[in-house]
């Protein structure tokens, strides 16, 4: 059960303080504007909202650990743009996936 509320649907505007330097109107929270926003506003309104949400190394209920090795960050980065269900166009992708899998079923 989630201890905290989302935004309630009489709550239809994004309401963004960081965001207002690039953006002066209030933009809808549940549907696509009717007008394109900067890059910058569009990121500042999404990372402002993830904000609000726990930080996750001090999640300490869920008994997982939440930090990575700088070099698993630099390796997902390298590879977040590949398309892996694409398995004939990342076929090196494909055989480590299916390397590791057979690794973790052993």
Request: net charge negative; glycine share 0%.
């Amino acid at each position: 059960m989630a201890l905290s509320k989302t935004a309630l649907d009489t709550d239809v505007s994004v309401h963004s303080t960081f965001a207002s330097r690039y953006v002066r109107a209030s933009l809808p929270r549940f549907r696509m504007p009717e007008n394109s926003i900067p890059k910058e506003a569009a990121y500042q309104i999404i990372n402002d909202e993830l904000m609000l949400d726990g930080n996750p190394r001090l999640n300490l209920a869920s008994f997982v650990t939440t930090w990575m090795e700088p070099e698993c960050d630099k390796l997902i980065m390298a590879s977040v743009n590949k398309n892996y269900v694409d398995m004939d166009e990342y076929p090196v992708t494909t055989e480590l996936q299916a390397n590791h899998i057979l690794v973790l079923l052993s």
